[in-house]
T-cell receptor, first 113, second 116 residues
Framework: RKEVEQDPGPFNVPEGATVAFNCTYS??????FFWYRQDCRKEPKLLMS???SGNEDGRFTAQLNRASQYISLLIRDSKLSDSATYLC??????????????FGQGTTLQVKP | DAGVTQSPTHLIKTRGQQVTLRCSPK?????VSWYQQALGQGPQFIFQ???????QRGNFPDRFSGHQFPNYSSELNVNALLLGDSALYLC???????????????FGEGSWLTVV
C-alpha cells in the first residue's frame, strides 16, 4: 500500500465548476500536510498547507481529518489556469522544513472552456 | 535572490554510465533534498543533506549517492545507470530551523535524465 494515495484522474470539468480531490495517508504519525500544484514538465509548487481546522485561500479550501487520515482540496469556480496536477503531500515532521516529503501520485485536472 | 538552481536541465546517458546532477539551494537555505519523479508518478524522496552529511535516505539503492559542499550546494550521483532511472530529478532546499514562520521547501526546475 502506498503511503499517500490519490485518485490519478484525470478530472475533466467545465469552467466555473466546483471540483474536489481526496487523498488518504497511511502513517498516523504524520505531522504536516500540503497540497502542491505541478504544471506540465515543471517543478511542484506549494499551493497551500492543510490544517485540522480547515483553511481557505480564495477559491481553494483544504481540509484534514486526522481520525480518518484523509485530506481534501476543493476548488470553486474553476478557471482554465487551474489545469494542472495536484499533489497531496505529507511530512512526518512537525515543521514544513524538515523531514522528507511523501507525495501522492497526483490528480490531474483539466478545466475546459 | 536566486531560487533553487539545478544543472544540467536535460541530459541523455547510456545504460551502465554514471551521471552527476548539481543543485544550488535558495540563498539562506542549508538543507538539500533530492527527489526522483518518474513519468506519471509523484516525486519520491531519495535523500537529504544537511551540514555536509546524509541525514535521511529513502528506498533507493546504493547506486544513488550524494554530497553536500560547505557552500550548501549538492550533487546527486547515480552509477551503473538503468533504463528505469529515466526520470525528472528534483532538488528541494529548505532551512533546518523549526518553529520559524514562513519557511517553505522550494524546488528547482529539475534535471530531466533519459537513459537509453
Amino acid at each position: 500500500r502506498k503511503e499517500v494515495e490519490q485518485d490519478p484522474g484525470p478530472f475533466n470539468v467545465p469552467e466555473g465548476a466546483t471540483v474536489a480531490f481526496n487523498c488518504t495517508y497511511s502513517n498516523s504519525a504524520s505531522q504536516s500536510f500540503f497540497w502542491y500544484r505541478q504544471d506540465c514538465r515543471k517543478e511542484p509548487k506549494l499551493l497551500m498547507s492543510v490544517y485540522s481546522s480547515g483553511n481557505e485561500d480564495g477559491r481553494f479550501t483544504a481540509q484534514l481529518n486526522r481520525a480518518s487520515q484523509y485530506i481534501s482540496l476543493l476548488i470553486r469556480d474553476s478557471k482554465l489556469s487551474d489545469s494542472a496536477t495536484y499533489l497531496c503531500v505529507v511530512n512526518s515532521r512537525g515543521s514544513s522544513n524538515t523531514g522528507k516529503l511523501i507525495f501522492g501520485q497526483g490528480t490531474t485536472l483539466q478545466v475546459k472552456p | 535572490d536566486a531560487g533553487v538552481t539545478q544543472s544540467p536541465t536535460h541530459l541523455i546517458k547510456t545504460r551502465g554510465q554514471q551521471v552527476t546532477l548539481r543543485c544550488s539551494p535558495k540563498s539562506g537555505h542549508d538543507t538539500v533534498s533530492w527527489y526522483q519523479q518518474a513519468l506519471g508518478q509523484g516525486p519520491q524522496f531519495i535523500f537529504q543533506y544537511y551540514e555536509e552529511e546524509e541525514r535521511q535516505r529513502g528506498n533507493f539503492p546504493d547506486r544513488f549517492s550524494g554530497h553536500q559542499f560547505p557552500n550548501y550546494s549538492s550533487e546527486l550521483n547515480v552509477n551503473a545507470l538503468l533504463l528505469g532511472d529515466s526520470a525528472l530529478y528534483l532538488c528541494a532546499s529548505s532551512l533546518r530551523r523549526t518553529g520559524s514562520s514562513g519557511n517553505t521547501i522550494y524546488f528547482g526546475e529539475g534535471s530531466w535524465l533519459t537513459v537509453v
